[in-house]
């Protein structure tokens, strides 16, 4: 009735007033309301239909699997502890223990977007018989373009309530800042569990604000459990200072486990050219390659290179800078798996000789499995990410067997070394071992040697949050985007080809991010630039993109326009 609707509306009125009059903080109430009207206003008509899914807790049991292979499956999940810190072997159990350490509904934070989508996959398969109405979301920069979903499940992806959800911390970072959303985001995660899986690749910025929303997530009693295979004792011990010792399971592997994981040989070459009889020998015993470099061009420059002396060898090149269509069907082609699991006989699933040259997106969470390595040296934390895409299938067959991995000397010029530090890169290379086993029982010791303090941005007089514990935001209030948090995003651009300029202005959302090709930029910023539809894309030649080598930043800058393709 109209007199219950001024009732509320003098309720809500003097809510406000107090809450404005108060001390510092967010206001839950607010974060509801938004939540609502987003879930409201983005279903419509299912709102109610969707309601009866959300806030659900996953059956987890099958996670309680045991395998001798795993040691981890075979360790009690069960402590008073709130928090979690797993350090371990890639292969040793990681996923499966965290998932145990759970109780409520889950966030589960990768990297890359590359692993945020296999995981993706990977836990909506396994869970899926004891689960048969999961909601299991994934979030990340592209998350609405991933196929087999339908509409109001794509739409669902950014609101409350999922069961599990899959995505980068950045989704998550305006509960630092914050920024517009931040109550309801606080909502949603409050009193669950959020895990923290390769805690160790982010760096500068990123790193800063990951361990700043460990504190908040703190703050408002979520279980926060992190995995990694290698962290530096620093970061190591940060994390322990903020979460408090008593609070947390540490796990780690005894030295005789580590043992029954080692399966590297590591070899030390000069240069590229040093590698090149290593990779014929390897194709004439019908093995499968990986090679990795740490910037774009040179993975072109090397696969254009690997195609004229292989024609008849499958080569895949995989890299960020493919439309987005693109890299997920060259992703599945990796994977060699079809939707249902089963193997196509590709590159990882492949029973012949083929080789696969990507970039550092293959480090983290992508399993795959090949038989040899060339790389350049990386950090070494990276490296040794980047290994276990080596030998990586554990059965009683393989354990106690090694496979070669062979690293390219850095060069000593510090552009050279981009998008890493050249001191660091030599002080890794420097440390591994030259034709001998790389063991498990010494990682943590080289790691503390190569990072041995860890540089830490101040963000604190950007955050809400303080170390002191306190908001430092009125209430009902938020801010605009911060600083930092456009730092992240900042040099990262979307290109468009100019044939498909007027498609792009018709299509949808979905189909204008498939279509996008991410660039940096200082690349591009010359260029033609369509400013009023989607994330105003550069424009770049046709000439400058193939679906098989991606997009060439020297053409874009080099080629001209077909006028007949211009709409501007």
């Known amino acids: 009735s109209k007199k219950e609707a001024a009732e509320n509306y003098k309720k809500a009125l003097h809510y406000c007033e107090a809450e404005i009059n108060q001390q510092h903080g967010y206001s839950k109430w607010r974060g509801l309301l938004n939540a609502a009207d987003y879930f409201a206003s983005a279903l419509e008509d299912s709102t109610a239909q969707s309601l009866e899914r959300i806030f659900k807790i996953p059956d987890l049991t099958y996670f309680n699997r045991t395998h001798s292979l795993y040691p981890l499956s075979l360790m009690s999940a069960k402590s008073d502890k709130r928090h979690t810190i797993v350090v371990a072997s890639t292969g040793a159990g990681k996923t499966d223990y965290l998932f145990r350490r759970t109780k409520k509904r889950i966030f589960y934070t990768l990297p890359y977007q590359a692993s945020i989508n296999a995981m993706f996959k990977r836990v909506g398969n396994d869970l899926l018989d004891k689960n048969p109405d999961l909601d299991i979301r994934l979030l990340h920069s592209a998350s609405k373009v991933v196929t087999g979903k339908n509409e109001e499940e794509k739409v669902l992806q950014g609101l409350i309530g999922s069961s599990i959800k899959v995505l980068t911390p950045h989704q998550i970072a305006a509960i630092v800042f914050g920024t517009g959303g931040y109550e309801s985001i606080l909502l949603d995660l409050k009193d669950n569990d959020i895990i923290l899986d390769e805690i160790h690749t982010y760096t500068g910025v990123s790193r800063a604000i990951v361990l700043k929303i460990v504190e908040v997530l703190n703050n408002i009693r979520c279980r926060i459990h992190i995995g990694t295979a290698t962290m530096p004792s620093d970061l190591y011990n940060k994390i322990i200072k903020i979460l408090g010792k008593d609070d947390i399971l540490e796990i780690k592997l005894s030295n005789g486990e580590l043992t029954k994981f080692n399966r590297h040989i590591t070899h030390k070459l000069e240069n590229w050219e040093d590698s090149q009889p290593i990779i014929s020998k390897a194709i004439s015993r019908n093995e499968k390659v990986l090679i990795v470099a740490n910037r774009v061009k040179k993975a072109q420059d090397w696969y254009s290179e690997l195609k004229e002396i292989y024609p008849k060898i499958p080569i895949l090149l995989l890299h960020s800078r493919f439309k987005r269509g693109d890299r997920n069907r060259k992703e599945k082609d990796l994977l060699g798996l079809d939707d249902n699991g089963k193997s196509l006989n590709k590159f990882n699933t492949s029973s012949e000789a083929c080789i696969v040259v990507s970039t550092q997106v293959v480090e983290v969470s992508i399993d795959i499995s090949f038989d040899l390595m060339i790389t350049e040296t990386a950090p070494l934390d990276s490296m040794i990410q980047r290994f276990g895409r080596v030998n990586r299938k554990r059965n009683r067959e393989t354990t106690g067997k090694y496979k070669p991995v062979y690293v390219l000397k850095p060069s000593e010029d510090k552009k050279e070394a981009l ?150």
Not at 455 to 471: F, G, N
Not at 479 to 506: A, G, M, P, T
């Open 419 to 568: 998008p890493y530090d050249v001191k660091v890169l030599k002080r890794s290379y420097d440390i591994l071992p030259n034709n001998e086993v790389l063991k498990e029982t010494e990682l943590q010791e080289k790691i503390d040697t190569v990072f041995s303090e860890i540089d830490l941005m101040d963000i604190e007089t950007h955050s809400v949050y303080k170390e002191s514990k306190k908001w430092t935001i009125d209430k009902l209030t938020h801010r605009k985007k911060s600083i930092l948090f456009e730092l992240l995003e900042i040099d990262s651009v979307s290109c468009i080809l100019e044939s498909d300029e007027e498609s792009y202005i018709n299509a949808n959302f979905e189909e204008r991010m498939m279509m996008e090709i991410p660039a940096r930029y200082w690349q591009v910023k010359a260029l033609l630039q369509l400013k009023d539809y989607g994330n105003s894309p550069f424009i770049v030649p046709d000439n400058s993109y193939s679906e098989e080598i991606g997009f060439d930043v020297n053409k874009a800058r080099e080629g001209e326009y077909n006028i007949e393709n211009s709409f501007l």
